[in-house]
């Protein structure tokens, strides 16, 4: 078999939640990202024969998240050959920014390519939301909705899974802040309040229609006046030091609206233009300068294109 039969696929990160949209809401960044390349083989089964960008990933299939979507498409195609892959890691793991939804982009779409697209793009979210099971342990599909589709996603439901893609209406950038401390998924999930008083969830509910309209009637003030969490930030927001200055920072600086990205510890504000999120980032990063707590901060692109390929056969495998 041709050892150049391959192609590379590129996934962005993703900002889910956002504010009032807690677990039906995402969208797509343009920067940073992770890469997957993927070859045919003679041998049955999947092989993941290199990891760059970062150390303590498993290369063993059933244990890294690119081999699950894999495997799990190779068995609704009925594949008869097996599958090489890569994995390069663009993308901070355990940020909030979506790092394994990335991962599990980028290898179900490049494993579709080369298979020749059985598979529209929208129908890769089903195999992308079994490695966030694996990453996670559970199957949900925030963040590799908008890193498949690009632009704003909503999750309306499960049963059956009905993804509605809002695309970007309007320009929007993201300016994101990665204060580098451990933040486990299962610790902002266990704080989360089960019940709701009614007064709270009507707020919730008319911030959210209010986000959609904003982006739909390309009103940027609506947007900003919806842009808030009435019921889970202010209990999630506590695992996160400094985070009411840095939001507070954010919105003087001119940001439409602020608030925790996916489980966090990243904290998201948006603006209208990128020289007003260049701003916002500035404001961001001086409330952690001397905290002695390190950060990490990126200003991106809400794009509408989410997962694209980067590489196919004129490539050589070796270089990831």
Not at 19 to 36: H, I, S
Not at 162 to 174: F, S
Request: net charge negative.
């Amino acid at each position: 078999m041709n050892s150049t039969d391959f192609v590379k696929a590129y996934a962005p990160a993703t900002v889910a939640n956002v504010c009032c949209g807690f677990d039906v809401l995402g969208f797509a960044l343009d920067q940073p990202g992770d890469e997957v390349w993927v070859r045919k083989t003679e041998a049955q089964g999947i092989t993941i024969s290199a990891i760059h960008g970062i150390e303590g990933l498993s290369a063993n299939p059933a244990e890294n998240v690119i081999g699950v979507v894999a495997q799990k498409m190779l068995e609704a195609l009925e594949v008869p050959h097996g599958l090489e892959m890569q994995l390069h890691k663009g993308m901070p793991v355990g940020s909030g920014l979506g790092s394994s939804a990335a991962s599990s982009a980028a290898a179900a779409y490049a494993v579709n390519e080369l298979l020749g697209s059985p598979f529209s793009t929208k129908e890769l979210v089903v195999f992308a939301m079994e490695g966030e099971r694996k990453a996670s342990g559970s199957a949900h599909a925030d963040n590799v909705a908008p890193s498949l589709l690009g632009g704003f996603v909503l999750v309306r439901d499960y049963e059956p899974l009905d993804v509605v893609e809002l695309g970007v209406p309007l320009e929007l950038y993201c300016t994101v802040l990665y204060p580098q401390i451990e933040l486990k998924t299962s610790l902002s999930r266990q704080i989360l309040k089960q019940e709701i008083p009614l007064k709270q969830g009507i707020r919730q509910w008319g911030n959210l229609a209010g986000l959609m309209a904003g982006l739909l009637k390309k009103d940027y003030a609506l947007l900003g006046r919806s842009l808030h969490d009435a019921i889970f930030e202010p209990e999630r927001s506590i695992l996160i030091p400094l985070f009411k200055q840095v939001k507070s920072a954010a919105l003087a600086a001119g940001a439409l609206g602020a608030g925790i990205s996916g489980s966090g510890p990243s904290i998201f504000a948006l603006s209208a233009t990128r020289a007003q999120a260049l701003a916002v980032q500035e404001a961001m990063e001086a409330i952690y300068s001397g905290s002695g707590i390190e950060t990490k901060s990126y200003v991106a692109q809400v794009p509408e294109q989410g997962v694209r390929l980067v590489g196919h056969s004129s490539y050589k495998p070796a270089q990831l």
